[in-house]
């Protein structure tokens, strides 16, 4: 007892001088307008702070959990390249590419690159992730990410947001850092359930918009496993796109779910001042992390 209170605390105090916490930006950034988009990203393994005294040992695109936003139109041209800068191999699977997998998605070896072009052909929210296998581990240990997909004729002006949930399956600490647990992710009982990489983080520095405003959140839940049942507590969502945007929408929701690998659009017109929890009503993982505020001020 005396010498796990001793790692412990030695754990405590590493994790302490490890990397800094940093909020992950939700703010959607601009599209690119030439209809070209070069995108050169590494596959590289990074300490990252996920909460105040938890840092995890993560695999990923750019450094980051998730990676970059990616922001295009339907019609632009994606050009990407994917280099590996580590032993495991990696790969890269864009949801909102419709290309030969066994060619562009293939995996690369440290040193190497894999480089392909696309053009989507549908708006809405889609994720990308690592496809190599077992995928399982490397989209559970941090390679994910989300890419929107805006129609070429624009959407209603609004205040945009992007969120995507994603669980973390934790080992236990060496040297105050957490490794991803393989076996705790075959289990789906995670210790955190987070929107953008960080469990509660926009609780702690809320999401603000004014009265008036019209805010767009495209959700993406990049799993591994569970399902994101969307909600704003006191408010309703008066339109969700099922699928592409702008297509027909539902109206007056309350609460709808986005799968596992899947993207949806959800938007609401703030006209009352106060804060008003986004949260995956699935509670139980609300609880563990996937839960922020919009606070919505005069």
Same mark, same amino acid.
Not at 131 to 139: D, K, R, S
Not at 154 to 177: D, I, T
Not at 268 to 275: A, F, V
């Given at each position: 007892?005396?010498? =796990?209170?001793? %790692?412990?605390?030695?754990? !405590? ?6 990397? *800094? $916490?940093?909020?992950?930006?939700? /703010? ?80 690369? =070896?440290?040193? %190497?690159?894999?480089?392909? !072009? ?6 809405? *929210? $889609?994720?990308?992730?690592?496809? /190599? ?166």
């Amino acid at each position: 007892m005396v010498g =796990g209170g001793q %790692q412990g605390a030695a754990g !405590t105090a590493a994790a302490a001088s490890g990397p *800094a $916490f940093h909020r992950f930006d939700p /703010t959607l950034p601009p599209a690119n307008t030439n209809g070209r988009l070069q995108l050169n990203w590494h596959a590289r393994e990074a300490p990252i702070r996920i909460t105040d005294d938890t840092v995890v040992s993560a695999w990923t695109f750019e450094g980051d959990i998730p990676g970059p936003i990616v922001h295009c139109r339907v019609g632009d041209t994606v050009e990407f390249t994917l280099t590996n800068d580590v032993d495991v191999p990696h790969s890269m699977d864009f949801h909102a590419a419709q290309i030969d997998p066994k060619q562009a998605f293939r995996s690369v =070896g440290k040193g %190497q690159s894999v480089t392909y !072009t696309f053009k989507p052909r549908y708006a809405g *929210a $889609f994720m990308y992730h690592c496809g /190599t296998a077992p995928v399982l581990m490397h989209i559970g240990s941090g390679m994910h990410g989300a890419i929107i997909v805006s129609p070429r004729e624009g959407l209603a002006p609004a205040k945009e947001f992007v969120l995507v949930q994603s669980e973390f399956y934790l080992g236990e600490a060496a040297n105050g850092v957490r490794p991803f647990d393989y076996n705790k992710m075959l289990s789906t009982v995670p210790e955190y359930v987070a929107f953008n990489g960080r469990p509660s983080q926009y609780v702690k520095e809320p999401i603000r918009v004014k009265v008036g405003d019209r805010v767009r959140f495209w959700v993406v839940d990049a799993g591994p496993t569970h399902p994101c049942h969307f909600h704003i507590v006191g408010e309703q969502f008066d339109t969700v796109y099922l699928g592409a945007p702008p297509a027909t929408p539902l109206r007056g929701v309350q609460t709808f779910s986005v799968p596992a690998g899947g993207g949806m659009v959800f938007e609401l017109l703030c006209d009352i001042p106060g804060e008003f929890p986004f949260v995956n009503h699935g509670f139980g993982h609300g609880q563990k992390g996937s839960i922020g505020i919009l606070v919505v001020e005069q």
